[in-house]
């Protein structure tokens, strides 16, 4: 399972740190992601970290620069740092873990496959995030 937490109320130009603790599966063989949903819209993928070992991350164009994921397997726990919020950031914000594999970082059909959801196997229950102007 994960357990997300970390979210807040913060004004524009803010910072927040969300956590993501797992348990109960291989870790070291999944890919986190953090996605996000604003009210009225559809869950979006922002930020992937690959396995233990390879650690690649990747961010959507929207955070890039912006937000920082980062993983500490002894602690078996995901971070997002976000920096410079923004109102427009203000969203749930869910963890989520799939099996690490090479297509999820295909580019195929206008997309790379790490974006869709149906890759992910464990999600968390969503911690809220606030940005006020």
């Known amino acids: 399972q994960l357990q997300a937490s970390g979210g807040g109320s913060v004004q524009s130009g803010g910072s927040l740190r969300l956590s993501c603790v797992a348990s109960g599966f291989a870790l070291a063989n999944h890919a986190f992601a953090w996605f996000r949903q604003a009210p009225g819209s ?7 970290i690959s396995d233990s070992d390879r650690r690649r991350t990747i961010y959507t164009d929207s955070v890039k620069g912006r937000f920082t994921i980062s993983r500490d397997k002894n602690k078996n726990t995901v971070f997002l740092d976000l920096y410079n919020l923004q109102p427009d950031d203000t969203a749930t914000y869910y963890c989520a873990a799939a099996v690490d594999r090479d297509n999820l970082y295909t580019f195929y059909g206008g997309s790379y496959f790490w974006l869709d959801e149906v890759w992910y196997d464990y999600w968390g229950q969503g911690t809220q995030v606030t940005v006020s102007s």
Not at 42 to 48: K, L, P, T, Y
């Open 42 to 48: 559809e869950r979006e993928a922002v930020a992937i």
